[in-house]
Nanobody, 122 residues
Framework: VQLQASGGGLVQAGGSLRLSCAAS????????VAWFRQAPGKEHEFVAG????????YHADSVKGRFIISRDNAKNTVYLQMNSLKPEDTAAYYC????????????????WGQGTQVTVSS
């Protein structure tokens, strides 16, 4: 399966962006799909995840209440709605999918896409 992440960009603090992670080659059925991020000089961070079949979601404490992960079955796409963005949210965001659960990072997952850059200006 190939994952295509998109939707990043430059936004002012307090603004919103919606990232998309589209799968091709197969569906997300039974996969755990997650968003990770990594800022320059910092460790990678799990941001949010969704179990495709059950719809159960998880959000990191750092984004809880601001970011929402969701899925569109018909489009085989996972979204990350990011609201009330802060400069510390600036990072490259990666989506990843794994049948075993949420991995420690996107590159430990079964599949991952290229990153999409999110830059939040103050």
């Amino acid at each position: 399966v190939q994952l295509q992440a998109s939707g990043g960009g430059l936004v002012q603090a307090g603004g919103s962006l919606r990232l998309s992670c589209a799968a091709s080659g197969r569906t997300f059925t039974n996969y755990y799909v997650a968003w990770f991020r990594q800022a320059p000089g910092k460790e990678h961070e799990f941001v949010a995840g969704i179990h495709w079949s059950s719809g159960r979601t998880y959000h990191a404490d750092s984004v809880k209440g601001r970011f929402i992960i969701s899925r569109d079955n018909a489009k085989n796409t996972v979204y990350l709605q990011m609201n009330s963005l802060k400069p510390e949210d600036t990072a490259a965001y990666y989506c990843a999918a794994d049948t075993r659960g949420y991995s420690a990072s996107w590159y430990d997952s079964d599949f991952w896409g290229q990153g999409t850059q999110v830059t939040v200006s103050s």
